[in-house]
Nanobody, 126 residues
Framework: QLQLVESGGGLVQPGGSLRLSCEASPFTLDNTAIGWFRQAPGKEREGISCISTGGDYTSYAGSVSGRFTISRDNAKNTAYLQMNSLKPEDSAVYFC???????????????????WGQGTQVTVSS
């Protein structure tokens, strides 16, 4: 079974940046689409970004568009979420997810994904 481990979370001041990583094992990320989700206390888990298996299609929620960038390095079995211009409302636990896919598309819908990481905390505060 594919296992995903997120890293890179932490405490950052408003306006700062963080890069989250999502490393897969023991299988490769070939032929998988990757999604990033976040969940704040008392709120639903929100799909904020996804990337297709080949990296040629990406999608972003309006709340992060223009500030976050998703990418992947299949040779390293790792996906990334670069987060810039962070705001206090970005504070949440961030999860990566994966699903077997060959199409040049992805969805930011929780139910589409089969594999999930345990999450990494991001706190944006002064």
């Amino acid at each position: 079974q594919l296992q995903l481990v997120e890293s890179g979370g932490g405490l950052v001041q408003p306006g700062g940046s963080l890069r989250l990583s999502c490393e897969a094992s023991p299988f490769t990320l070939d032929n998988t689409a990757i999604g990033w989700f976040r969940q704040a206390p008392g709120k639903e888990r929100e799909g904020i970004s996804c990337i297709s298996t080949g990296g040629d299609y990406t999608s972003y929620a309006g709340s992060v568009s223009g500030r976050f960038t998703i990418s992947r390095d299949n040779a390293k079995n790792t996906a990334y979420l670069q987060m810039n211009s962070l705001k206090p409302e970005d504070s949440a636990v961030y999860f990566c997810a994966a699903v077997g896919a060959t199409q040049a598309m992805c969805l930011r819908e929780r139910r589409w994904y089969d594999y999930w990481g345990q999450g990494t905390q991001v706190t944006v505060s002064s």
